[in-house]
C-alpha cells in the first residue's frame, strides 16, 4: 500500500483560491473512505473533507467554500478551496483508506490510521 501523494497547496491572499490534488494508490472506486485533513502549528487536527460510501462531508468552518471531487480515471481526490481565509493556513493531508469496512459506516477522516496518510502541503492565507 503506497501513501497518496499530495500537490497543489502554496501562498494565496484571503479571498483567493487553490485546488489540492492527491494521488491515490489503487483505485478510488473501491476506497470508501477517503478526504482531507489540515493540522494547524498548536491546534488539533481537522477533518476538512471527506467521501464515503454515504456521499460527501464536510467541516462546518469549510461547507459553501471547499469542495471535494475525486476522479476514478486518474485515481485522484480534489479540494477546490474558494474564498480562502487566514484561518485556513495549516498543513493539508490526504487519506485514503482501502479497507472494505468503511463501507458500513460513516467516513472519518481523523479515523484513519497514520499509514494511509500523505506527507501533507502547506496551504498559507495572508491578510
Known amino acids: 500500500q503506497l501513501r497518496p501523494v499530495e500537490s497543489g497547496g502554496g501562498s494565496v491572499q484571503s479571498g483567493g483560491s487553490l485546488k489540492l490534488a492527491c494521488a491515490v494508490s489503487?483505485?478510488?472506486?473501491?476506497?470508501?473512505?477517503m478526504g482531507w485533513f489540515r493540522q494547524a502549528p498548536g491546534k488539533e487536527r481537522e477533518g476538512v473533507a471527506a467521501?464515503?460510501?454515504?456521499?460527501?462531508s464536510y467541516a462546518d468552518s469549510v461547507k459553501g467554500r471547499f469542495t471535494i471531487s475525486q476522479d476514478n480515471v486518474k485515481n485522484t481526490v480534489y479540494l477546490e478551496m474558494n474564498s480562502l481565509k487566514v484561518e485556513d493556513t495549516a498543513m493539508y493531508y490526504c487519506?485514503?483508506?482501502?479497507?472494505?469496512?468503511?463501507?458500513?459506516?460513516?467516513?472519518?477522516?481523523?479515523?484513519?490510521?497514520?499509514?494511509?496518510w500523505g506527507q501533507g502541503t502547506q496551504v498559507t492565507v495572508s491578510s
Open positions: 487519506a485514503a483508506d482501502p479497507s472494505p469496512g468503511w463501507a458500513k459506516r460513516r467516513c472519518t477522516i481523523t479515523d484513519i490510521p497514520e499509514n494511509y
Open positions: 489503487g483505485h478510488t472506486d473501491s476506497v470508501y473512505c
Open positions: 467521501i464515503g460510501a454515504d456521499g460527501t
